[in-house]
């Protein structure tokens, strides 16, 4: 893919002249000949003179053209000798390589990434391009000086959005097309926020544990943050308790077996991983908020007032039983009534 320009024109090679001879028209012939991308021009007969004929000078390509032909250009008419023949060094352009300069490859919101993209010419000023897997635009283009083959591409101002996979390219000046893309690197951004609830007596009030009942605080996250640890923090009046447990699954239940005023507070789950050479802690979770309060009935309280209410029914039959057998005792009966009412008749005086 490289050598002296040649046309063939009615049965016959030619060459064409170097006058107007530039990299647009180099890529051009390039692109025909599925030779990649023009490396360089090579002008004044670089590659031996030719005996056939000169064809064409100022010849003017946009670069964009698919065949020399479709190119401006004029007949050579005795200009130009084969002295000032053109040539074309063409190249498959080689995927340039993207590193990091930070050893991380985690990273919080609002920090920067500084990417370095290299490519391995140096003859033509090149720009170069960050893409994100996934967007068609690039998120930075820099420009880089002539002979300078790499460059710094910042990514500013992370979000969480920036979570991904990135790649580079470049394209050589007066070339229009691309190299291939480099190397992926993978980059995360924040860790997630755990989410926190809580299990306790189904009569319990929400937020409210029984005393000496048991009860769970569950702490959960994303999957992709594995090999961490939840850590669990309660905060009191007189002072914060941290509670820890590995992150063997994605979630982690703290149990606690008898409820005490000790148990009292508000409650925030926040997780904390080695990843990619960093120690990343998550936010802390929304506060739950446990109260710890006495049962309205002890199961004491309950044996005793049902052992007084046994009491009081039991004493309270017995004086209706004793009250009725008192009033029939001293209730007369039918016969007696009979004989009062006979003896009152008989027993009456009668004055005279």
């Known amino acids: ?135 068609d635009t690039p998120l930075v283009t820099q420009r880089a000086d002539f002979r300078q083959t790499r460059v710094e591409l910042t990514l500013s101002d992370l979000e969480t959005s920036h979570q991904g996979s990135y790649s580079c390219l470049y394209r050589l000046q007066g070339n229009p097309g691309n190299s291939p893309s480099s190397n992926i690197i993978n980059i995360t951004v924040e860790i997630h926020t755990p989410q926190i609830w809580y299990n306790a007596s189904p009569t319990a009030r929400p937020g409210w544990v029984n005393r000496g009942q048991s009860f769970n605080v569950t702490c959960s996250t994303q999957p992709q943050y594995p090999g ?28 606690f077996p008898n409820a005490q005023a000790s148990n009292e507070g508000y409650y925030c789950c926040l997780y904390k991983v080695q990843f990619g050479g960093r120690t990343f802690v998550s936010r802390e979770s929304q506060p739950l908020a446990i109260n710890v309060r006495d049962p309205v009935l002890s199961p004491v309280l309950i044996s005793l007032l049902v052992s007084g209410l046994t009491f009081v029914t039991a004493t309270c039959a017995i004086l209706i039983v ?31």
């Open 1 to 135: 893919c490289s050598g002296r320009v040649e046309v063939f024109i009615g049965e016959r090679w030619g060459t064409v002249c170097s006058q107007g001879w530039d990299l647009r028209d180099a890529a051009v012939v390039c692109r025909e000949l599925d030779c990649g991308f023009a490396f360089t021009t090579r002008p004044g007969a670089h590659y031996s003179r030719s005996i056939g004929e000169v064809w064409w000078r100022n010849v003017g390509c946009s670069g964009d053209e698919f065949t020399l032909d479709l190119c401006e250009r004029t007949t050579n008419d005795g200009v130009c000798s084969h002295n000032e023949d053109a040539g074309v060094e063409c190249t498959k352009l080689p995927a340039p390589t993207l590193t990091m300069q930070s050893p991380f490859s985690a990273y919080s919101a609002g920090e920067a990434v500084l990417f370095t993209c290299t490519a391995p010419y140096w003859r033509h000023p090149i720009d170069f391009y960050l893409y994100k897997s996934g967007v």
């Open 322 to 352: 004793a009250k009725v057998y008192c009033k029939r005792a001293k209730k007369p009966t039918e016969l007696e009534r009979e004989s009062r009412t006979v003896d009152n008749t008989y027993i009456a005086l009668t004055i005279k």
């Open 228 to 255: 961490g640890s939840f850590q669990l923090r309660l905060i009191r009046p007189n002072g914060t308790v941290r509670h820890s447990l590995p992150a063997l699954t994605p979630f982690v239940t703290f149990s």
